[in-house]
Structure formats: structure tokens, C-alpha cells
């Protein structure tokens, strides 16, 4: 079983609609990173979260620490947010382990 | 913005020659790392660096690896005996903080191709 489990895999939607992307883990951790890869295949990080919440622009992230569970949202999403979304959990010592990521595909 | 660079963008190599990948973290970040991905597959640790030494490394991190950091800027991954299986997109991350302080900022990657 993977430590760090993201759904969905793929994820098609329509510009302007409410994307919810989520990220499961299996072990206790000090933080958690919503990363954004393009095709190009360079990675971008979005979030580092510990707890709580966190906003930046049109994008949300919210961490449940006693469900081990994470969310990145996207509101009113639009074709440049085309990307993969990977979840990323920082454990103990200094490695992040990643999930799979979700291939997020915003049609016009 | 100060941002991770690394060099080559593309490297095709022999199986069974030696390469350098090159990365300039950003200027005054501590914490040193390295992942890979191979094609298709989620994105790996390979291991972390500070103070001029290993703090951290995984099982793929094996006796074909080293790091280095030269000369206060470069930040190097050398694979000694490239293997068919080594071709990957090798990303390099720098950080300011210790422990889980601090975000892991990227370089854009080296596309590793082993023939």
C-alpha cells in the first residue's frame, strides 16, 4: 500500500467549475506540500501545510491531521491550470515521499 | 525571484558512462536534495544534504551515487556507471530551513536518457 494515495487519478472538468482534489496518507507527518508539475515537466511548489488552511489566489488547501487527509481546491478553474497535482508528506528526517499525482485537465 | 537552476536540460548518455548533473541552489538556502522520476512513474527521493554532507538517503541511492557541493554554489549528482534503468528526470530542491520549516523549491530538471 502506498503512503501517500491521491484522488482521482485523472480529472476532466469544464473552465470556471469547482475542483477538489484529495490526498490520503498513511503515516503520521510534520507537513504536507501541494506541488503543480506542467508537461514540461518542471514542479512548482503551492502549499506547505502543518495544519489548518492556506489560500493563495483561486487555490485552497486544507489539511485534517487526526484523519490524515488533505485537500487542494481550485475555484473557477481554468485551461492554464492544466497540470498534474502532486501530494507530497514529510515524515520523519529530512525525505518527502509523493503521491502518484492527478492529471487535472480544464476544457474551455 | 531567485529560482533553482540546473544543467544540462537533456543529457543522453552510454550505458556504463559516468554523468554530472549540475544544479545552483538558490543562494542562501542550507538544505540540499535530490529526486528522480522515471517516465510515467511518481516522483522518488534520492537524498538530502547539508552541511557539507549526507544527512539522509534512500535505497535507490546506492554506491553508483555521490553528491557534492564544490565550491559554495554547484550542488552535483554524479552517477558513476549509468544503467538503462537510471534514465529518468532528476529534479534538484534547495531549502532555507531545518527540519519541516521552510518550503523545497525546485529546479526545472535534468532529462536523463541512458542508451
Known amino acids: 500500500k502506498n503512503e501517500v494515495e491521491q484522488s482521482p487519478q485523472n480529472l476532466t472538468a469544464q473552465e470556471g467549475e469547482f475542483i477538489t482534489i484529495n490526498c490520503s496518507y498513511s503515516v503520521g507527518i510534520s507537513a504536507l506540500h501541494w506541488l503543480q508539475q506542467h508537461p514540461g515537466g518542471g514542479i512548482v511548489s503551492l502549499f506547505m501545510l502543518s495544519s489548518g488552511k492556506k489560500k493563495h489566489g483561486r487555490l485552497i488547501a486544507t489539511i485534517n491531521i487526526q484523519e490524515k487527509h488533505s485537500s487542494l481546491h481550485i475555484t473557477a478553474s481554468h485551461p492554464r491550470d492544466s497540470a498534474v497535482y502532486i501530494c507530497?508528506?514529510?515524515?520523519?528526517?529530512?525525505?518527502?515521499?509523493f503521491g502518484e499525482g492527478t492529471q487535472l485537465t480544464v476544457n474551455p | 525571484e531567485p529560482e533553482v537552476t540546473q544543467t544540462p536540460s537533456h543529457q543522453v548518455t552510454q550505458m556504463g558512462q559516468e554523468v554530472i548533473l549540475r544544479c545552483v541552489p538558490i543562494s542562501n538556502h542550507l538544505y540540499f536534495y535530490w529526486y528522480r522520476q522515471i517516465l510515467g512513474q511518481k516522483v522518488e527521493f534520492l537524498v538530502s544534504?547539508?552541511?557539507?554532507?549526507?544527512?539522509?538517503k534512500s535505497e535507490i541511492f546506492d554506491d553508483q551515487f555521490s553528491v557534492e557541493r564544490p565550491d559554495g554554489s554547484n550542488f552535483t549528482l554524479k552517477i558513476r556507471s549509468t544503467k538503462l534503468e537510471d534514465s529518468a528526470m532528476y529534479f534538484c530542491a534547495s531549502k532555507i530551513l531545518a527540519g519541516s520549516g521552510g518550503e523545497q523549491y525546485f529546479g526545472p530538471g535534468t532529462r536523463l536518457t541512458v542508451t
Open positions: 544534504f547539508y552541511n557539507n554532507e549526507i544527512s539522509e
Open positions: 507530497a508528506v514529510k515524515a520523519s528526517g529530512s525525505r518527502l515521499t
